[in-house]
């Protein structure tokens, strides 16, 4: 360990700083609180300096012009020396923080690491250090910045995917294109082409039912993977969809919050558009990954009823955000919207189309003999209660067009 003590002119600079003349800076081979408390020091003699040097220069300047009013004040003469010091301690100590943070950031790659501890008890602990090195040296910190963006992008992504692609096997199949109110009861062939209704229980994809519950659980924890494997579990997509976006939220929400305060400057706006920044650059390669998850998914759906409660728990999440003040995801939520209303729409007019279909079949009706309500009724009876039940808080003028 090395110390640097500066003395020049004590009393000169004892009484025009306000405090000691004396600057000690300590490098020891592990930042600590010590540390940081002498390069805070550190930093008010720096200001100090820069604005004693700064406010000569505007004196002497002033008067070569000839201008009226009163000369700056005198120059301190310890400065000439200590100024040179400063700079070389700032050199110094630009790169002891640089490398405290790139070694503290590259840990987070190190497997099962605590994210959240780490940002909390080490980063914003020592926050401070990082808001010297923006201020006293923009490379080093560029590079922290960037660092920190690479280490999260690659953190995020890979935990996104693997835990997508865990919850993909997990998928309950629920409607397919045949789970249409129009379709016929024999429309699919039992086995060998026997022409048996083939047993399953159709009433599940109008009938909402328990799945109602998805929405209504407020407080419900995400579905976890290896659990749910082991006891052979399986969920319809908009259970899935509801873990896979809250986890996303979640996280995304903690992550915005750090940026925002360990990336802090003085300048408010700069400090609100650094922190969108940094945060897209991190997330944006796992919100596109949840997109194109969602999409696929989204794509080959039959299932009116699991779309809408998608498009509602969607409407739940973007809540949330907007409540814990957070706009980072604000795109992300907007694009899923994008994605879930054409196809609830697409599905809807298949629905109306099977139904004018079989009604425009007269053979079809000629060979209902049975007293019992039509089977078309029950599912629409049973469809519309669902979509309405969906819409009761929300109102949506689109939705009931299509009923």
Not at 243 to 268: G, H, K, P, R, W
Not at 327 to 334: F, K, S, V
Request: aromatic share 10%.
């Amino acid at each position: 360990m090395w110390c640097l003590e500066l003395i020049g002119h004590r009393g000169a600079a004892k009484y025009r700083s306000g405090g000691s003349g004396d600057t000690t800076v300590h490098d020891p081979s592990d930042v600590d609180e010590a540390w940081l408390n002498y390069l805070l020091e550190l930093n008010k003699k720096m200001t100090y300096v820069k604005a004693n040097v700064s406010a000569s220069k505007a004196g002497s300047s002033g008067g070569k012009a000839g201008k009226a009013g009163k000369a700056g004040p005198p120059p301190i003469r310890a400065l000439k020396d200590v100024g040179p010091e400063l700079e070389r301690l700032r050199i110094r100590a630009s790169g002891i923080i640089r490398d405290f943070f790139l070694n503290k950031i590259r840990s987070l790659r190190i497997p099962n690491t605590n994210i959240q501890i780490l940002q909390q008890s080490v980063l914003l602990k020592y926050k401070e250090l990082h808001r010297f090195l923006m201020e006293r040296h923009g490379d080093g910190a560029a590079e922290v910045r960037q660092t920190y963006v690479n280490t999260m992008r690659w953190y995020f992504y890979n935990h996104f995917e693997r835990y997508s692609k865990g919850l993909g096997k997990l998928q309950a199949v629920i409607a397919d294109k045949t789970d249409l109110i129009g379709v016929e009861e024999s429309a699919k062939k039992g086995l060998f082409g026997t022409g048996k209704v083939a047993l399953k229980d159709k009433t599940n994809v109008f009938a909402l039912g328990d799945r109602i519950e998805t929405l209504r659980q407020q407080d419900a924890g995400v579905i976890l993977v290896h659990v749910a494997e082991d006891k052979s579990q399986k969920y319809p997509y908009e259970a899935l969809f509801r873990s896979f976006n809250l986890t996303m939220i979640d996280n995304a929400s903690s992550e915005y919050l750090f940026i925002v305060e360990f990336f802090a400057t003085d300048n408010e706006k700069m400090a609100a558009d650094l922190a969108k920044s940094v945060f897209h650059d991190i997330f944006e390669p796992t919100e596109k990954m949840g997109l194109m998850t969602t999409k696929q998914y989204v794509d080959n759906s039959y299932d009116a009823v699991g779309i809408l409660l998608c498009i509602r728990i969607n409407t739940q999440l973007t809540m949330e955000l907007q409540r814990r003040r957070v706009p980072a995801l604000e795109a992300y939520t907007n694009a899923t919207n994008m994605l879930l209303w054409p196809r609830f729409q697409h599905i809807m007019d298949l629905h109306f189309q099977s139904v004018k279909k079989m009604a425009a079949n007269k053979q079809v009706l000629a060979s209902v003999r049975d007293v019992h309500p039509h089977y078309v009724t029950r599912r629409y009876a049973e469809f519309a209660a669902s979509i309405l039940t969906l819409n009761e808080e929300y109102v949506s003028l689109t939705v009931l067009t299509w009923l």
